[in-house]
């Protein structure tokens, strides 16, 4: 069995809004062994509502909407299950006195609008809100089970976990689980990444493993069937187990973990101190490092240095360097990174320096190239590369292989 999950508002459809509700069904559905076929997004357009209905209906046993029930007159989700299923929309007694009561605590008189929020597809069963005024609803079409929530996360959430996930467990529609883990990777290529692991990856592997790219950090899925939790664990152990060896050092956390938190911990592992001076990042690389709880403790601060007069004065960057190496360069980003951790006195001190384009570029140095540096007493290194993509795109994937390179570093791997 295969569940479909309807997202329902035009500011999801226009990109306004993300639809965080479908990402967050999919994962509750899991933890209780049901998979999800298919996400539908639309705007709020009542044929639209009901064709999208009548499709998921026909090929879906179980169907969650969120979305569509407020009182506003976009607010379609109840006459397009009413249409679907060739009834009337009836009032329920009972939601209109919850909705009534929610209004007077706060001393306010229920607008007659929301009274269409109590209206049911006659046969539909409604779901009480407890935390606002759209009752959710229960209704079988056909074959197919389908259980509208709200769009409010909070109030979708509380919905979900007292009302509709005990009534799909009650129903037998939950058999095991299925357990997801994600291995995350920065350094190589998506290509070359699965060609080391093709034997996991084919089609038909137990369990599934597939592959994702972004932002130029690889990620690959493990996904385990089973009847418990020990079961499906028991399957993803020998093979992140396999894929750690085969990708090594590439490997560099696992689910929502990402470089910057494990640069953090490996700083407070070792009781280092580390400091940042960027350029073309525009201090992307503090901020990431900002993002972890407790960084202070550990990340002292950092410099944006794109004029050149900040490199020399604050950074004890040699103009004389500039001038026959270029600002974009690998000596200049190891003379910065020399003078970063001097002037904040740290153990460590990372650098970039790059051209993010659209201009800038030169014959020897395109949009892209980028140059990493990192300093430690006694020595320092500096890494190059060209990214592909947009102006952002190539700021964003320099802070990654900056905090990639200083994890390295930090794992002694620093010759590399």
């Known amino acids: 069995m295969k569940a479909e999950i309807i997202s329902i508002g035009s500011e999801l459809t226009s990109g306004q809004n993300l639809d965080t509700n479908s990402q967050w069904l999919s994962l509750r559905l899991a933890e209780i062994g049901i998979p999800v076929g298919w996400h539908t997004t639309i705007a709020d357009d009542l044929e639209d509502n009901s064709a999208a209905f009548r499709i998921a209906a026909g090929r879906a046993p179980l169907v969650l909407v969120t979305g569509g029930l407020g009182p506003t007159q976009d607010d379609l989700t109840r006459e397009a299950l009413a249409r679907l299923a060739g009834v009337d929309l ?47 609803l229960w209704q079988q079409i056909g074959a197919c089970l389908l259980a509208a929530m709200p769009g ?33 990777c920065f350094g190589s290529g998506e290509s070359a990444v699965e060609q080391k692991l093709m034997d996991l990856t084919r ?92 960084a202070s403790a550990w990340f002292r601060g950092g410099l944006v ?10 950074l004890a960057v040699s103009q004389q360097l500039i001038d026959e190496q270029g600002a974009v360069s690998a000596p200049v980003a190891e003379a910065m990174a020399i003078g970063c951790r001097n002037r904040f006195r740290t153990d460590l001190a990372v650098s970039t320096v790059g051209i993010a384009g659209p201009t800038g570029a030169t014959p020897d140095k395109p949009v892209g190239q980028v140059f990493i540096g990192v300093a430690w007493d006694g020595g320092a290194v500096s890494q190059s590369f060209r990214w592909p993509g947009s102006r952002a795109e190539v700021q964003s994937r320099t802070a990654k292989l900056a905090l990639n390179r200083l994890r390295l570093h930090l794992l002694g791997k620093s010759s590399k």
């Open 90 to 136: 009836v009032l329920h007694q009972e939601s209109l006195e919850h909705i009534e009561k929610l209004f007077a605590r706060f001393g306010r008189t229920m607008p007659e609008r929301n009274r269409v929020q109590a209206m049911f597809p006659a046969g539909a069963e409604p779901i009480p809100n407890d935390r606002g005024t759209a009752p959710g």
């Open 152 to 184: 409010v996360p909070n109030e979708m959430h509380a919905m979900y976990h007292s009302q509709v996930k005990p009534r799909l467990l009650q129903l037998g529609l939950g058999s095991g689980v299925l357990v997801q883990r994600k291995i995350n």
């Open 203 to 294: 089609r038909g592997h137990v369990p599934e493993v597939g592959i994702t790219v972004g932002d130029a950090t690889i990620s690959l899925r493990i996904l385990a069937r089973a009847a418990t939790l020990e079961d499906a664990e028991g399957q993803i152990r020998p093979v992140e187990q396999t894929i750690r060896e085969r990708l090594g050092d590439l490997v560099f956390g696992v689910d929502e973990e990402d470089l910057h938190h494990i640069v953090l911990r490996l700083l407070e592992e070792k009781r280092l101190a580390l400091a940042t001076a960027e350029g073309v990042t525009a201090g992307l690389v503090a901020q990431r490092l900002g993002q972890v709880p407790g």
């Open 305 to 314: 240095a794109y004029d050149n007069r900040l490199k020399t004065e604050m």
